[in-house]
């Protein structure tokens, strides 16, 4: 069974640092980012917490066609 996935764009407070992601589990991922799980990484670095679009694909090999431009 093919599993979906999902695109995202995060920002933080003050719309000055765009992340673009991709993730089988939405739900999961935002809260790792929320939770600055990966200190050293951009999202906790520039406190990109704040999830502005996303987008649900039947596969997760369309999300990743779809982050890079490719669709």
Request: charged share 25%; no cysteine; aromatic share 16%.
């Amino acid at each position: 069974m093919k599993k979906g996935g999902y695109i995202y764009i995060m920002t933080n407070n003050t719309n000055t640092a765009l992340y673009v992601g991709v993730t089988p589990d939405l739900k999961w991922r935002i809260h790792r980012h929320k939770a600055n799980y990966y200190p050293g990484s951009f999202t906790a670095r520039y406190r990109v917490h704040k999830l502005v679009y996303y987008k649900k694909f039947d596969s997760i090999i369309d999300a990743i066609a779809e982050e890079k431009g490719s669709q």
